[in-house]
């Protein structure tokens, strides 16, 4: 069957590094797979933030505000059970989604392995939970035995 015609020996399958070798002639560099500690980093967006000092800290602030913004929008008193009407349902809804939306955009940064990233993530994380979700800040002038967590939106 060699000698048919119309056919054509298959082309070779690419290589599987052929992605990152690419990347290395487009970027100069290939992506960081490890943890490091550095300002000249991608995160999120292809050239964000640069080489820029001032824009990597925009983006840790950015990083750091978007943690406890989901954190606070997981202990909202929009995402507990209340009324059951269809408008209820549909902000609730929609908190939900934006939630997990910065949640996947927060893991997506951190997937860059930079190091000042990752803090940045954890520290929000960590004082939404203290401001929004720990007994830190409860009213504690009420004498509520219950162990529910409180909110404050």
């Not at 599987?16 to 550095?38: C, D, E, I, L, V």
Request: proline share 3%; glycine share 12%; hydrophobic share 45%.
């Amino acid at each position: 069957m060699n000698g048919m015609s119309g056919s054509s020996p298959a082309a070779p399958a690419p290589s599987p590094s052929a992605f990152f070798q690419h990347r290395r002639h487009h970027h100069g560099g290939m992506m960081h797979m490890t943890f490091f500690w550095g300002t000249h980093t991608e995160v999120l967006f292809d050239g964000w933030p640069g080489t820029s000092l001032t824009m990597y800290w925009v983006c840790l602030a950015s990083i750091f505000v978007f943690s406890a913004l989901s954190e606070w929008m997981s202990r909202c008193g929009v995402m507990k059970t209340g009324s059951a009407s269809f408008g209820a349902g549909l902000i609730q809804t929609v908190v939900y989604t934006v939630r997990a939306g910065l949640s996947y955009l927060i893991m997506l940064a951190v997937m860059s392995f930079n190091g000042g990233v990752f803090l940045a993530a954890m520290a929000g994380f960590g004082l939404g939970f203290m401001v929004f979700g720990s007994r830190s800040f409860k009213d504690t002038g009420s004498n509520n035995n219950h162990t529910e967590v409180q909110s404050h939106c």
